[in-house]
């Protein structure tokens, strides 16, 4: 059974950079996209962007020039970084697992529990 | 601001059939397929419908989806207490350089 668990720290001050990692245990990050997805409180999901296992990567455009996501085969993980952060980017952030399909067509399928940030100073 | 446009609320008795609608446009749902994910409060959503009306295992056939032109669709037939949650449809969206866009969400209420 896969399983995702996200780590990194809670509090992050505006301006600086939110750093976040998620470990695949259980199984391998080969063959698979991996996608970051965040949650304000009390509103709806958004997706960040993927990675695949391979270094590709896609980007939500309104967040393209502040997100950087990154792999680590030899780990089992898969990184994000987003950039001058202000307290609109305090959320709940999942990872998440999906098959590799056009367009994302079977869905994510495995999700990590979730982490919370809070971006204040 | 999302592109997939769902009601904020349904509601039903136990046993009850309760449908939820997703709005998209031709660049999402209307060209490539819909996944629907359910939240309960405080948890991780979970994948329920993948490829418009596909079920993962374990997932009751008391769930199903459908997909029409630029809409999609979740159905819970026979509601029980455990099905009150927030429900999210998504899709890939060709616009730009593509990228995966989630609904507004619909929280279900078990009356």
């Known amino acids: 059974q896969v399983h995702l668990q996200e780590s990194g720290p809670g509090l992050v001050k505006p301006s600086e950079t939110l750093s976040l990692t998620c470990t695949v245990s259980g199984g391998s990050i080969s063959n698979y996209f991996w996608s970051w997805i965040r949650q304000p409180p009390g509103k709806g999901l958004e997706w960040i962007g993927y990675?695949?296992?391979?270094?590709?990567?896609n980007y939500k455009p309104s967040l393209e020039s502040r997100v950087t996501i990154s792999v680590d085969t030899s780990k089992n993980q898969f990184s994000v970084k987003l950039s001058s952060v202000t307290a609109a980017d305090t959320a709940v952030y999942y990872c998440?697992?999906?098959?590799?399909?056009?367009?994302?067509?079977?869905?994510?399928?495995?999700w990590g529990q979730g982490t919370t940030v809070t971006v204040s100073s | 601001q999302s592109v997939l446009t769902q009601p904020p609320s349904a509601s039903g008795t136990p046993g009850q059939r309760v449908t939820i609608s997703c709005s998209g446009s031709s660049s999402n749902i209307g060209s490539n397929t819909a996944s629907w994910y359910q939240q309960v409060p405080g948890t991780a959503p979970k994948l329920l419908i993948y490829s418009n009306n596909q079920r993962p295992s374990g997932v009751p056939d008391r769930f199903s989806g459908s997909k029409s032109g630029t809409s999609a669709s979740l159905a819970i037939s026979g509601l029980q207490s455990e099905d009150e949650a927030d429900y999210y449809c998504a899709a890939w969206d060709d616009s730009l350089s593509g990228l995966y866009v989630f609904g507004t969400g619909t929280e279900v209420t078990v009356l």
């Open positions: 998440a697992r999906h098959r590799e399909v056009p367009a994302f067509a079977h869905g994510m399928d495995v």
């Open positions: 990675i695949h296992y391979t270094g590709t990567t």
